[in-house]
């Protein structure tokens, strides 16, 4: 073994083998040429081989990478720099720590070399030393160093302190120290002595009371008197009032009463105490109490007056029927009329007037509307109708022959052998669109026509027939049905049947009287279906007769059979119903009226009480009182009603002493056949003050 001579010549490691043996060298070192001797191998000579970022120091046997000022070698590989980084810093209590002049969250992980970060704290609060709890004054910043250190120390953010409380005199606080030292955010309860009180609030607070930016710490509020110890104000108002304008009125009288109250009180704006006018809609009234201090307390008591009559239909026109022969006549109306206690609102309507309306049947309402929603309406209808060709009344002993065109109709008449026409007959009869016939509607009847009359001589035809010129010769004619034959200072002539008579046949002496309850429209009816039974009472029609005979509609009357209209009802008034055939049937319902009804009355115990309701309606209502609801036993006297309460029904209440059993609701119900209105006040008895 060659080795174990002399290491085999070997300056590092010498390793045997047969029948020879081998230098090596260590690590960082290389074999020299004679094979026995090693050199230090510079790393730094290759970068391929020390892979340093930036620079390389040679070390015998080895090598060690170096950075530039700011970095330093990463512990992970020895190779790569990185930059030499400070630990963030931490947001003080009530404070922040930010970037000068960059957006770097100087709390991360890693803050860069350089970076500068300062310190600031909430309005309120004042940077301290951690350690001496001084207050640090100017600014404060601190620089991550090469050091990898911040400069500066670090600092927190303590409360600043308030001014000392100034109390008022018999003024005390809690908790007591608050007299002492007391910081921002520090709050404290301020009362007084015993028979003191305290006029401001109790609780303050140390706070800031400048701006933001502009820090000022003092207490808030700061303001306090301790005043004697007089009783607050209170007022307690009198119930809040509803009330309905009486009917016609526009504005109703409450009895404001005196609320209750530990001082003396007043009212806002021009109210006082008893009677006051209100109009419609909601009425504040403000009770004030006045304290001993000049401390005041109000209520509100609320007046609502409610308007819940409708308008009144002064005037509504007729319905018409019109016969036109125009395919688009203009139809026109005068507008109807609406009045209303405070006044109308809106009118509307549909349909409307002087327009060109085609042929048909038109329904027409108008609708009147006050501000409480109360409405009245006006309806009529508007019939449009082709003018029709009335068909001819046919000849006695004869005939009509009778076709249409395109204009209407025409007709020709024929008389029976042995009869002529009783005067001189058209050629034709022609009715157009306009719907009348021409050159008349009246068709000549066809009668005998006897011997010629010898002139001169004296003779008379027999009677039931008139002498008639026929072609030059003097004849005797029969008179036509619908007439009868009549002895005139003139001479014998064919006169009209009077209305009220007909006569079918021709050469009569007399006409036949129309059946019982039955009536002809016009002289010279010719048959008994001419009479028409007349309208009965309730009905109208343009004759008086039938066939078509109309029920008066709401708000009339008719109590006379055959008339051609019906009756308005009185003003403000209406009828439940058509077809109503009295006055009696024009009813309002009953309104219970204001006339000294408050909502409530106190009055002093052992005092009497009169109470008058007045109420109206038609018919005349009956009014009675209640108490609570039940049908009690009441002192009621009825009154005349006189002057401008004439037509009021009048029931008077009497408690002759008020008792504590006499406290309660009254009612006052007035009733009629259209409905029933009630008012209701609450009477007790007044409570005495207290010395």
Known sequence: NECDLANGGCEHTCTNSEGSSECSCLPGYQLEDDGYHCTDIDECADDSTNECEHGCVNVESSFYCTCPEGYQIDLMDGKSCQPINCTGLYHPTYGRVTAVDSDTDCTTRDVVRGTKCRYTCEDGYEPVGPADRQVVDGEIVRECRITRSWSGKRIECSPRECPQLT???????????????????????????????????????????????????????????????????????????????????????????????????????????????????????????????????????????????????????????????????????????????????????????????????????????????????????????????????????????????????????????????????????????????????????????????????????????VTKQRRGRTVCVSCPSGTSWSVTTGGPKCVDCPVGTYQTETGQTTCGECPNGTNTTEPGAKREEGCYETCPPGTSSDTGLGPECTPCRQGFYQPLAGQTTCLWCPEKTNTTSAGSLSLDDCVARPRVLSHGLFRSIEVSEGDPVTLDCHAKGRPLPSVTWVKDGSEDILNLQDIEGEGHHKDHKIVKLTIAAMRAEDEGLYKCVATNIAGSHEREVAISIAQEDEE
């Open 167 to 465: 109390l008022p005199d018999n003024g005390q606080v809690y908790p007591p120290e608050c007299l002492e030292q007391a910081r921002f955010g520090k709050r404290c309860t301020v009362s007084c002595a015993t028979n003191y009180r305290l006029r401001g609030e109790a609780v303050t607070t140390c706070t800031n009371v400048g701006s933001p930016g502009d820090v000022v710490i003092d207490w808030s509020p700061n303001k306090w008197t301790c005043v004697e110890a007089f009783p607050e104000p209170y007022v307690i108002c009198p119930d809040d009032v509803n009330m309905e304008l009486g009917e016609g009125e526009s504005h109703v009288t409450v009895n404001i009463t005196s609320p209750q109250s530990n001082y003396r009180t007043t009212i806002d704006g021009d109210y006082h105490l008893g009677e006051n006018n209100f109009t419609i809609g909601q009425t504040k009234v403000v009770f004030r109490a006045h304290g001993h201090g000049g401390e005041t307390a109000t209520c509100t008591m609320r007046i609502r007056v409610l308007d819940v009559e409708a308008p009144t239909v002064e005037f509504c026109p007729e319905s018409q029927v019109i016969e036109t022969a125009e395919m688009n006549p203009t139809v026109t109306w005068d507008d109807p009329q609406f009045t209303d206690n405070v006044g109308i609102k809106s009118v509307t309507h549909i349909v409307e007037p002087n327009r060109p309306f085609t042929w048909g049947i038109y329904y027409v309402k108008y609708t009147a509307g006050d501000e409480h929603r109360n409405f009245a309406e006006c309806v009529f209808t508007i019939h449009v109708k082709k003018k029709e060709c009335k068909e001819l009344v046919p000849p006695k002993n004869g005939e009509l022959s009778c076709d249409s065109w395109f204009l209407g109709k025409f007709c020709q008449l024929s008389c029976n052998s042995g009869f002529a026409p009783f005067e001189e007959a058209a050629e034709m009869y022609a009715c157009n669109q306009d719907g009348v016939w021409r050159p008349t509607a009246k068709v000549p009847d066809c009668v005998e026509v006897s011997e010629q009359v010898a002139q001169g001589l004296g003779k008379m035809c027999r009677p039931g027939a």
